[in-house]
């Protein structure tokens, strides 16, 4: 039998208290990563009817798919029930670093159409202070412009361009003791198609497992 870390039963135990949210009928938007990954087969297991759905990335509509869990184009909704998605980092206020899959455009995208934005985490997500990186998703057109225009602080990172053609990327520099301030100034490069900072305002609740154990912490109703 294959050993299962504890990190992993962790991501488990929150996706799968995130998973009960779902109900037949709803629209629900899928998220991306090694947490999401447990929240799919909790979701398809439930067995429920009537859902549609749209994910951040092909690897969750693959994944989903395979599970029988039906994947459309995020083109003929416009408003989602509730979408559940893991986090890189997440602070006592709620905000929240995104993006270490490359998929961050995808799921602040499906974040800001969701009535509900549930975030699931292991208990290593958790942090006083952000500590970064930020990952950006660039517009491929005037990337190498974009890249002098931010400066030696963000790095090209070594991926293929995401699903709709931006270049990855990792910004390394000050400023995380004030994210609002820091998204507000990378947000305004017209070259910046995300960042992925996400502000507390986005989400409703967080779930974090810790051992055996599932904290929920609403933000927003």
């Not at 929150?14 to 709803?26: D, F, I, K, N, T």
């Not at 979701?43 to 989903?64: F, P, Y």
């Not at 990337?143 to 699903?163: I, K, N």
Request: with cysteine; net charge negative.
């Amino acid at each position: 039998m294959p050993v299962v870390s504890a990190a992993e039963t962790e991501k488990r135990l929150a996706a799968e208290a995130a998973a009960e949210l779902v109900e037949s009928g709803m629209t629900v938007g899928l998220g991306t990563g090694s947490t999401v990954a447990h929240l799919l087969p909790a979701i398809a297991r439930r067995g429920l009817e009537g859902i549609r759905c749209v994910a951040t990335s092909v690897a969750t509509e693959d994944q989903a798919r395979e599970l029988g869990i039906p994947v459309e184009e995020f083109n003929s909704l416009i408003r989602l029930e509730i979408a559940i998605d893991g986090t890189d980092e997440v602070t006592p206020d709620g905000w929240l670093i995104k993006g270490g899959g490359g998929a961050h455009l995808r799921e602040k995208i499906v974040a800001a159409a969701t009535e509900r934005f549930v975030v699931i985490a292991d208990s290593s997500k958790p942090v006083e202070a952000l500590r970064g990186p930020v990952p950006l998703e660039l517009f491929g057109f005037g990337a190498a412009s974009t890249l002098e225009r931010l400066g030696p602080d963000v790095e090209l990172r070594d991926v293929p361009r995401s699903p709709d053609g931006g270049v990855i990327a990792d910004y390394r520099g000050p400023g995380l003791d004030d994210p609002a301030a820091l998204a507000a100034r990378l947000g305004a490069d017209p070259g910046v198609a995300a960042h992925g900072l996400f502000p507390p305002a986005m989400v409703s609740a967080v779930f974090v497992a810790r051992g055996e154990a599932v904290e929920k912490r609403v933000l927003s109703d």
